[in-house]
């Protein structure tokens, strides 16, 4: 039986994308192996592009994957083998390169090496992909929460970034296909699935009056569907339609990730971003409104050029005031082709490591405060792993539909199954909690 081995960098997009070349693998017959453990006849790394760190560990994994069998067939996917196929190509070693789009003819392209040996560049220009490219997960390791990839690319060009670059513009996946996943993913015993994409929230922007709103109340119709989570939308893009879905749909779970990226008006117009701070303010305030004691999760970058004490002490005090759940906090890094890396008053790195650890201080105290909200509340917790307690018992741990982590006493029976939890003690990462009653009838006894 040939042998394939992953490795994959980046984003959780990556991560389902990997998944879904597993299953073109897997259906050819191959076993997959651990990368590091065991020889392959193939194998295939995802990159990520989104620093010049990303691109420099793309390399490295490369190498190391040449170097793990120099016999093996070695293909290179993922968002820096898009923008830079040629200088991955010159890795000597490297047989396929394949960027964000046409992974589905991964395997003809490996029958193809293995039989003339010669390397192939198969990345094409995104920009002038139109089309989703439908790869379907039927099956991920764990049976708790389930990813549903609905869209690719973005229309955004924020300074910052190069996603739109190897990306492509935005694109999305036909509902029906969506919804006709979504019941596999039902029947193979998930009861949360999770939206993702590369963009999200820009569901339906390719598409004729149709918009993310509508396919979330189409999946709300979806028969033994538990939960519904959208992995990231941005705040521009939260209208009147979609606070309709969060007040009317009992699926939707009570966490939003919507990226701010800075607190401070004059470094949102650098970055180049579609809303200002008090738009930002405004939009949460519609969301709680709609949907009281929501989680507001968000991405901050810290030190972008220009940003001055003054500008980071204005976004840290809108932060405060805003009042988010967890925030995670990235020191601005210069990725090379984008207009901020070519921006003046880049700010030193020392001045970023200290307000990125000022900033990672508020997160934690917000998060704490916002758990401590629910001590006392009967919560919906599917849990995702068992671990042995310090008196031997068996806990499980997972997520409540607020994204709070919550362990408590349980088997691994209870794993996937909708668990109500009374909340006992709140905490920074992982809060504690006592079984209430499993959802599940069949399972109750076996709690």
């Known amino acids: 039986m040939p042998k394939v081995a992953f490795y994959t960098l980046g984003c959780k997009v990556n991560f389902y994308d990997t998944e879904a070349i597993w299953q073109l693998f897997k259906n050819e017959g191959y076993e997959q192996v651990d990368f590091e453990q065991s020889a392959a006849d193939v194998y295939l790394i995802n990159t990520c592009t989104v620093t010049n760190t990303g691109d420099k560990k793309s390399r490295q994994i490369i190498r190391r994957a040449v170097r793990r069998n120099p016999d093996a067939i070695v293909a290179v996917t993922g968002c820096y083998a898009q923008t830079s196929p040629a200088e991955i190509l010159d890795i000597p070693g490297v047989d396929l390169v394949i960027g964000t789009q046409d992974r589905e003819k991964i395997i003809p392209y490996v029958k193809e090496i293995q039989d003339q040996r010669k390397p192939i560049n198969a990345v094409r220009n995104i920009m002038k992909t139109r089309e989703f490219e439908e790869l379907d997960v039927p099956d991920f390791a764990d049976h708790t929460r389930a990813f549903l990839k609905i869209q690719e690319g973005c229309n955004n060009f924020c300074t910052f970034c190069i996603i739109p670059w190897s990306r492509g513009l935005s694109r999305s996946r036909e509902p029906q296909s969506v919804v006709k996943q979504a019941r596999q993913l039902v029947a193979a015993g998930y009861k949360e699935i999770v939206l993702t994409g590369i963009h999200t929230g820009g569901y339906g922007d390719d598409l004729e009056n149709y918009r993310l709103a509508d396919l979330l109340w189409e999946l709300d119709k979806v028969e033994g569907l538990g939960r519904i989570r959208i992995s ?31 607190g401070s008006n004059e470094v949102l117009k650098r970055m180049r971003r579609k809303y200002t701070i008090e738009e930002f303010e405004q939009k949460i305030a519609m969301i709680r409104k709609f949907m009281p004691d929501v989680a507001i999760t968000t991405d901050v970058i810290v030190g972008f050029p220009g940003e001055t004490d003054e500008l980071f002490r204005e976004g840290f005090e809108a932060i405060k005031r805003i009042g988010f759940s967890e925030m995670h906090v990235f020191p601005y890094s210069k990725r090379t082709g984008t207009p901020a890396a070519r921006m003046e008053d880049q700010v030193d790195e020392e001045v970023k490591h200290a307000r990125v650890h000022e900033l990672i201080d508020l997160s934690e105290q917000m998060q704490l405060a916002y758990a401590e909200q629910f001590v006392g509340q009967v919560l919906d917790v599917i849990p995702e792993n068992d671990e042995k307690g310090t008196s031997g018992d068996g806990l499980v741990t997972g997520f409540s539909d607020n994204y709070l982590q919550v362990r408590f006493p349980g088997t691994s029976a209870l794993t996937g199954k909708i668990c109500r939890v009374k909340l006992t003690k709140a905490d920074i990462n992982t809060s504690e909690g006592e079984l209430v009653r499993v959802l599940d009838k069949a399972t109750e006894a076996l709690a």
């Open 232 to 262: 990231s939308i941005e705040a521009s893009q939260i209208d009147e339609r979609m606070l309709e879905v969060l007040k009317g749909s009992a699926k939707m779970c009570r966490h939003f990730h919507i990226p701010l990226q800075a």
